[in-house]
């Protein structure tokens, strides 16, 4: 089936501006991951979704930034009164099973935010 | 946090073979995965260690000493598409919770 997709491929917004990344993880997947790579960086842990359990939250880096799921489907990140800090990729990616099991993640192509 | 250090870049040259090395922290440690990441694209897994050794898979191994703290990604017969950035990720356990970290990546450049 098909692989994790994400929209939009781009965005660029004003500072100050609110923006919605969507993440649709593969269908069946119950582990669903963000993460954010700043040019030249390496990928930082934003938050991971397990099930029906309460979400990690612990790598989102300001109250600016939040996260949902649907069920086991689709994820909203959400980035409110951006700044230009907040430039990045963010990746979303999922596995068949939680961060404690060896299954791999797979990772969605990213959205490029560009905060002017 | 963790920290996760490996080279920040590497050039070898094609039909030869490179070893990319990774150090981290054993405190926790939990699992290590390495990932491929092309220009402009998604990282893509290529192996998982957890206990010690030596995981063979094609062209592509990795190995792993707990006790380091330290890992390599052996890639053998170098073609010219293998030229990209190789990420290092290690899971450790700590305050009740598991968590991915990622190194920075050591851009691989694969000359003829």
């Known amino acids: 089936g098909a692989g994790v997709s994400q929209s939009p491929s781009n965005k660029v917004t004003e500072k100050g501006k609110d923006v919605e990344l969507r993440c649709d993880p593969i269908s069946g997947h119950t582990a669903l991951y963000w993460y954010r790579q700043r040019l030249g960086q390496g990928l930082e842990f934003l938050i991971y979704?397990?099930?029906?359990?309460?979400?990690?939250k612990s790598g989102l880096p300001s109250d600016r930034f939040s996260a949902e799921r649907t069920g086991e489907s689709v994820s909203t990140l959400t980035i409110q009164r951006t700044q230009q800090e907040d430039s990045a990729v963010y990746l979303c990616a999922s596995s068949s099973g939680g961060v404690a099991d060896s299954y791999e993640q797979y990772f969605g192509p990213g959205t490029r935010l560009t905060v002017t | 946090g963790q920290n996760i250090d490996q080279p920040t870049e590497m050039t070898a040259t094609e039909g030869a073979i490179v070893q990319i090395n990774c150090t981290y922290q054993?405190?926790?440690?939990?699992?290590l995965f390495w990932y491929q990441q092309h220009a402009g694209e998604a990282p893509t897994f290529l192996s998982y260690?957890?206990?010690?050794g030596l995981e063979e898979k094609g062209r592509f191994s990795s190995f792993l000493s707990r006790s380091k703290g330290y890992s390599y990604l052996l890639l053998k017969e170098l073609q010219m598409k293998d030229s990209a950035p190789y990420l290092c990720?290690?899971?450790?356990f700590g305050a009740g919770s598991y968590q991915l970290t990622f190194g920075k990546g050591t851009k691989l450049s694969v000359i003829p």
């Open positions: 990720a290690v899971r450790f």
């Open positions: 979704f397990q099930g029906n359990s309460a979400p990690d």
């Open positions: 054993t405190s926790g440690f939990n699992g």
């Open positions: 260690n957890v206990l010690d």
